[in-house]
């Protein structure tokens, strides 16, 4: 599998994703400095996979999806989607940005467009 260091947004994303409480969150933010991207989800898409290495200390949370949501609105504030974390094996596994639209995003939000709720 190859890897590429984590780009700035993407590091930005979720470490506002990651501040929000929950269980496991303070261990997955220590993965977010040493994840990287280990897949692109489609050429044009801003979703990833994730990469951590086994060495970093594993979160105590259950295999999926997390219960942390990051509503996405534009600069006009209409809603364009939702950021979502996945984890696996209690480390960061994916980014997911979710849109509703047409048109799929190609770039992730700027984080002061972001909405953080634990459900």
Not at 11 to 21: D, F, G, H, P, S
Not at 80 to 89: A, D, K, P, R, T
Not at 99 to 116: C, F, M, R, S
């Amino acid at each position: 599998m190859t890897t590429e260091c984590l780009p700035a947004p993407s590091r930005r994303l979720l470490t506002k994703l990651l501040a929000a409480e929950f269980p496991g969150a303070a261990e997955l933010r220590g993965q977010v400095a040493e994840a990287r991207v280990a897949r692109h989800w489609g050429a044009a898409s801003a979703s990833v996979d994730l990469a951590v290495p086994s060495r970093v200390r594993a979160a105590p949370v259950e295999d999926g999806l997390l219960p942390v949501v990051g509503t996405v609105r534009d600069g006009s504030g209409e809603l364009v989607g939702e950021l979502l974390v996945w984890v696996s094996g209690g480390r960061l596994s994916a980014l997911e940005f979710t849109w509703y639209g047409d048109a799929a995003p190609a770039e992730l939000p700027e984080p002061g467009l972001v909405t953080v709720t634990v459900e």
